[in-house]
């Protein structure tokens, strides 16, 4: 099992919103925001939408990986935050960007999302399916949470990232990921209801809700366990691994995880501090902007780790 990522892009809404900003929307500070999660700014969707994003980051990424639209095989977007749920987000950007040739569907798993699409893609690899790929993470966030919620509304951005992956024999890939739906509660936003004739009671639209110390303490148990368990699969060292590309929760999250790992911070590149956390476009996002400033190299082993909502996680192993 073999991957490259051949380009990569990103897309994000012009409005960008300060936590001075969230200040006068919820009884909280800069100072609190800051100093609990490290973000500073967040940018949020006023004209975009999921579709046009996750178009706009597969365009960007196809360029930077010289590769058509029609020689793409096969498209899927990792959200939560679609604006149909019919038809799927992929399949709108597959007749946006041109993509005649792709299957394309979309998959729910948070902010393992990107995660979990990459291992879907290098299990079609493997199985000699598919060969050149499109994968993207898309959310509007801003849309489900809820804007009276201190605690969730000050957390969250919107934004698209995107990567074209090819099989290939000098690549490297193996993941590992996993679920647990019995702690699903602790993370979850309910679908808007329908009228429905057939149906007592009155469901009224909530926002997200999350408890946030249960999460918390998920993901920095989870994150490092994975990681290890998935270098230990590959007989290799931490030292082998030039970068741990997770996902941008906050700051505190990611630190520590560095420090249940024993590896220094450095090798966790983030930017949670200028979007906030963007469910499953943090990690596109990210790896976008690493590899614009030429962070990576070729051989570079890399850990891309997701987690969130589901519960659910995922780690996969690459070569740049
Ligand atoms: N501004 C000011 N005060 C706030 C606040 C905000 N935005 N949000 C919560 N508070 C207050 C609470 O009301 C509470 O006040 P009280 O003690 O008077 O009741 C106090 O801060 C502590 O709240 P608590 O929820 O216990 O805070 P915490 O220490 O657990 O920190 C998080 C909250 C969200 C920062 C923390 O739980 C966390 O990082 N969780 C992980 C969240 C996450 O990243 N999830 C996504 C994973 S995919």
Known sequence: MCVK???????????????????????????????????????IAENETTT??????????????????????????????????????????????????AMAFDINSACAGFDVALNTVI???????YKTALIIGAETLSGIVDWEDRSTCVLFGDGAGAAVVQYSEDGLADFIQGADGGRGAALNKPNAPVKNPF???????????????????FAVKTVPQCIEELLKKNNLEKDDIKYYIIHQANKRIIQSVAKRMCESEDKFPSNVSKYGNTSGASIP????????????????????????????????????
């Open 52 to 101: 046009s994003m996750a178009a706009d980051a597969a365009k960007k990424a196809l360029i930077r990986a010289k590769v058509n639209a029609e020689d793409i095989e096969l498209i899927i977007v990792a959200s939560v935050t679609g604006d149909n749920a019919v038809p799927a987000t992929a399949c709108q950007v597959q007749d946006i960007i041109g993509a005649t040739n």
């Open 285 to 320: 996002i990210l790896l976008d902007e690493m590899n614009e400033n030429k962070m990576l190299n070729p051989g570079d082993k890399i850990i891309l780790c997701g987690f969130g909502g589901g519960l659910s996680w995922g780690a996969t192993l690459i070569k740049w």
């Open 199 to 217: 149906k007592k009671g009155t469901d009224k639209e909530t926002g997200l809700y999350m408890d946030g110390q249960a999460v918390f303490k």
């Open 5 to 43: 990522i051949l380009g990569t892009g990103r897309s994000m809404p012009d409005k960008c919103l300060t936590n001075d900003d969230i200040a006068k929307i919820v009884d909280t500070s800069d100072e609190w925001i800051k100093s609990r999660v490290g973000i500073e700014t967040r940018h």
């Open 123 to 129: 299990a079609y690899f493997g199985a000699g399916i």
